[in-house]
């Protein structure tokens, strides 16, 4: 063999290697990402179906519905973030997340019927809910047909009706490409995309990658750490699907009763902000906070964003303040819960 055989040889070689290398990382990935969502969680038969589920904490319930991408797992992350302890946190997967099936009415209306489904299959009689993007369009036809069952209602970054600008999936070709992607369940590309331009990603999850390259690096692991949450990809794209042909349109949203909060930023590359100041225009009573940065994440916000929703659900009465009995909320819910037994827990 010659020396340019040989050269060709170890080059083979040196692919060959490298490519079982990069094999085995995904395998490695993809297995931990499939384990994650394979514990942790659990069905509910209701009246509406079955439905994944997971909980965690006890005191005051907290219905919390996970955006696009997401499922029981993403849920928990998104109210940890944003609440303390004294939650009973319930986090359905939506229709087509993960384990829950797909009915053959999807729309949001439906779905609000299922988490109340799930709520009377847990014995709640009512919680604070939280729409985070995708999930708000259910949160919020949750406050309009079961107003009884909502004590109060925020809504993050929410991808709603708005009349002149909609929301919409961020227009560059690297997100009609991660689209592709999404459509096709492909793991194996969402999980070389997050390795080699993650900057894509970042822009198809609707912030600007700027943003995320400004961020302190807390912030900058938080952004990696929710694109990896969408691993296994194949397992979400179902209810991708569904939440990225929504009908939107427009609601009563005057007739919602509930204590309201709606908080979105201007460079959301999902344009979620005219539907946000809709919402907290023609929901009675309704606060709107928004930031100048931060995308559809709200990078660099965090604890702003805590601080709101802490000091919301204070106000209205839906946490009970240091020292204080609390609101006329908080007294509703433990009337719920002293009904069910569970006062000592309150």
């Not at 990382?25 to 509406?48: E, H, L, P």
């Not at 961020?215 to 990225?244: C, Q, T, Y």
């Not at 902000?273 to 965090?302: C, M, N, R």
Request: aromatic share 6%; glycine share 10%.
């Amino acid at each position: 063999m010659g020396r340019i055989g040989w050269v060709l040889s170890a080059v083979s070689i040196a692919v060959v290697v490298a490519g079982g290398l990069v094999f085995l990382s995904y395998s490695n990935g993809i297995d931990r990402a499939r384990s994650a969502v394979a514990s942790g969680a659990r069905i509910a038969n209701t009246a509406a179906g079955p439905i994944e589920y997971a909980e965690r904490g006890d005191g005051i319930p907290l219905l919390s519905i996970h955006g696009a991408g997401g499922g029981w797992d993403q849920g928990l992350t998104n109210v940890a973030d944003l609440v303390g302890n004294g939650f009973r946190v319930i986090a359905p997967s939506r229709f087509g997340y993960l384990e829950t099936p797909i009915p053959a009415d999807t729309s949001p209306a439906a779905q609000a019927d299922a988490h109340v489904a799930l709520l009377s299959e847990l014995q709640i009689e009512a919680a604070v809910v939280v729409g985070v993007s995708a999930g708000a369009r259910s949160a919020i036809e949750l406050a309009l047909r079961h107003p009884d069952k909502v004590t109060a209602l925020i809504l993050i970054v929410p991808g709603t009706y708005a009349p002149e600008s909609p929301v919409m999936v961020e227009g560059s070709r690297g997100s009609a490409f991660v689209f592709w992607l999404v459509n096709t369940g492909a793991d194996f590309a969402w999980w070389a995309t997050e390795k080699i331009a993650p900057s894509i990603l970042i822009r198809f999850l609707g912030v600007p990658p700027e943003v995320v390259e400004a961020a302190p690096e807390k912030d900058r692991n938080h952004v990696m750490a929710i694109i990896r949450s969408v691993e296994p990809l194949s397992r979400r794209f179902p209810g991708i699907n569904i939440d990225s042909a929504p009908d939107l349109h427009r609601l009563p949203l005057e007739k919602i009763a509930a204590p309201t909060l709606v908080v979105s930023a201007e460079d959301d590359l999902f344009n979620t902000l005219p539907a946000a100041k809709f919402a907290a225009e023609s929901i009675p009573g309704a606060k709107l906070v928004v930031y100048d940065t931060g995308g559809h994440l709200l990078v660099g916000h965090g604890e702003d964003v805590k601080k709101a929703v802490g000091d919301f659900l204070a106000q209205t009465g839906t946490k009970q303040p240091s020292g204080s009995r609390g609101g006329p909320l908080f007294g509703q819910i433990r009337r719920h819960r002293r009904r069910r037994g569970h006062e000592g827990n309150s």
